[in-house]
T-cell receptor
Framework: GDSVTQMEGPVTLSEEAFLTINCTYT??????LFWYVQYPGEGLQLLLK?????DKGSNKGFEATYRKETTSFHLEKGSVQVSDSAVYFC?????????????FGQGTTLQVKP | DAGVIQSPRHEVTEMGQEVTLRCKPI?????LFWYRQTMMRGLELLIY????????DSGMPEDRFSAKMPNASFSTLKIQPSEPRDSAVYFC?????????????FGDGTRLSIL
């Protein structure tokens, strides 16, 4: 079945460092891909999305490109801030049946130190 | 617009007690989801509704769990009797329509501890 694999965390960076969180997926059909962020004590918030191959999603300085050839959707940010410390989830929507059910990766914790 | 509202935010109860978690979806959203988050298993979809009707409950762990949606603005997830292994954060999410391009909007969750 469909699945999402994220790099294991925690990822620890200094402020203003470059961030990459890897995400690869296995899916049939034409899934959409999402990155959600979860701040401590809160629910998941949509960070960005891409609905077809070669689309780039971007928000708040984060971006990710839907790469069908490598089945990847890596999250990047050029300069992280302490406030970016959170858990990041990669997810895909069920592309074969168009039900919109989300399949999540296991989450990657990002810690940014001043 | 108000987001998805869950209550209570925290619940601590003793094993064997009935637990009821509540959710108010975003107005106008036709789909409602219940998830469970644990360190061991990550985020798991338990059940989802469309127009108040349960569509897929294959993720509900066992008969002790039940969910209802009596109207478009309210849903409950009930555990009876509760067990320590049910301790987790339970999230409710809603979506305007269910197609592959639509994101889901999450509440802040209920942190459940069963002693």
């Amino acid at each position: 079945g469909d699945s999402v694999t994220q790099m294991e965390g925690p990822v620890t960076l200094s402020e203003e460092a470059f961030l990459t969180i890897n995400c690869t997926y296995t899916a049939t059909g034409y899934p959409s891909l999402f990155w959600y962020v979860q701040y401590p004590g809160e629910g998941l918030q949509l960070l960005l999305k891409a609905t077809k191959a070669d689309d780039k999603g971007s928000n708040k300085g984060f971006e990710a490109t839907y790469r069908k050839e490598t089945t990847s959707f890596h999250l990047e940010k050029g300069s992280v801030q302490v406030s970016d410390s959170a858990v990041y989830f990669c997810a895909l929507s069920d592309g074969s049946s168009n039900t919109g059910k989300l399949i999540f990766g296991q989450g990657t914790t990002l810690q940014v130190k001043p | 617009d108000a987001g998805v509202i869950q209550s209570p935010r925290h619940e601590v109860t003793e094993m064997g007690q009935e637990v009821t978690l509540r959710c108010k979806p975003i107005s106008g959203h036709d789909y409602l989801f219940w998830y469970r988050q644990t360190m061991m298993r990550g985020l798991e979809l338990l059940i989802y509704f469309n127009n108040n009707v349960p569509i897929d409950d294959s993720g509900m762990p066992e008969d002790r769990f039940s969910a209802k949606m009596p109207n478009a603005s309210f849903s409950t997830l009930k555990i009876q009797p509760s067990e320590p292994r049910d301790s987790a954060v339970y999230f409710c999410a809603s979506s305007h329509r269910l197609d592959r391009t639509q994101p889901q909007h999450f509440g802040d969750g209920t942190r459940l501890s069963i002693l």
